[in-house]
């Protein structure tokens, strides 16, 4: 696109601290776990971007990236139409950044400058007027906390299989028992090994999967209807309470522009990543 490659490999050893890269992607695409040794931020105009790493996995709408971090193994997927726009940056050159996976706000400018970047040729004049917005875009690439829909993986190989099913079958009534027996422990030992693998309760881990389902349903097009359904929410309304609790904002604002980091008055933030 633009007439620039839009293989990750070929913008690994430019000659410049910030290479950007464009790629239309179609709903259901899946990049398969790999690293690259610049560090990147997963970013998509359009549609939502699943990013999943060993410490987790994040959804993201058009108002926020994911960074990973140089080296670090991470796969993605796409739900709806993902119009990507990419950055792969030297570690160096990033360092105001978090050495561990996050998501970043982005801002009408920083979504700007990362759209003009990808235009910009691989080797652009660092001198003038292409390397003040490279500047630019470095230099608004500022972490600051935003709601974030992330499910934390547990590094225990039994817990790890419950989560894979809650994922699988969100909308399932997911009690302790159950999933205790599913694991083939105890319901106490669940609560316990469940908090110290993930931080987070059963039920909130459930809760968070939810939003995560939903969030890639909403990309795709599924009306608030059936996703409050197929989730066991007796009417649409209680399940947009829910995600307005979590996020700050409706199912269908969620998607809107605006700046992702202040979510409305009131509102509980979901989970941060690490």
């Keep these: 696109m633009y007439g620039k490659s839009e293989h990750r490999d070929d913008y690994q050893n430019v000659p410049r601290p910030l290479a950007a890269m464009a790629r239309d992607l179609p709903d259901g695409h ?8 610049r560090a990147q931020l997963i970013y998509g105009t359009t549609g939502a971007i699943t990013v999943a790493t060993g410490h987790g996995v994040w959804v993201v709408p058009a108002t926020r990236g ?6 670090l193994t991470h ?9 990507m726009r990419t950055l792969y940056i030297e570690p160096r050159a990033a360092r105001q950044l978090p050495e561990e996976p996050a998501v970043i706000p982005v ?27 490279m500047d630019l875009l470095l230099l608004q690439l ?17 817990l790890d299989g419950v989560c894979a099913a809650i994922r699988q079958d969100p909308g399932m ?3 302790t028992a159950y999933a205790a027996a599913r694991a083939r422990m105890s319901p106490r030992s669940l609560q316990r090994r469940f908090a110290a693998a993930t931080g987070m309760s059963l039920s909130g881990w459930v809760r968070q999967a939810r939003l995560v389902h939903a969030v890639t349903l909403l990309a795709q097009g599924t009306p608030v209807t059936v996703i409050a359904s197929g989730l066991g929410y007796a009417t649409p309304s209680a399940f947009t309470a829910m995600f307005r609790r979590a996020l700050g904002t409706t199912p269908t604002a969620y998607f809107a522009d605006g700046d992702p980091a202040h979510p409305a008055a009131g509102a509980a933030p979901a989970t941060e990543a690490p």
């Design 107 to 133: 801002s009408p400018l920083l979504r700007e400058l990362i759209d003009e970047a990808t235009r910009l040729p691989v080797e652009y004049a660092r001198e003038g007027r292409d390397g003040k917005v």
């Design 173 to 175: 009534r997911w009690t």
């Design 75 to 83: 796969a993605m997927t796409c739900a709806g139409a993902v119009a």
């Design 142 to 158: 500022t972490p600051r906390p935003v709601p974030a829909l992330y499910l934390p993986a547990p590094a225990d190989a039994q």
């Design 66 to 71: 994911v960074w990973i971090p140089a080296g």
């Design 30 to 37: 899946h990049i398969p776990a790999h690293h690259h040794r």
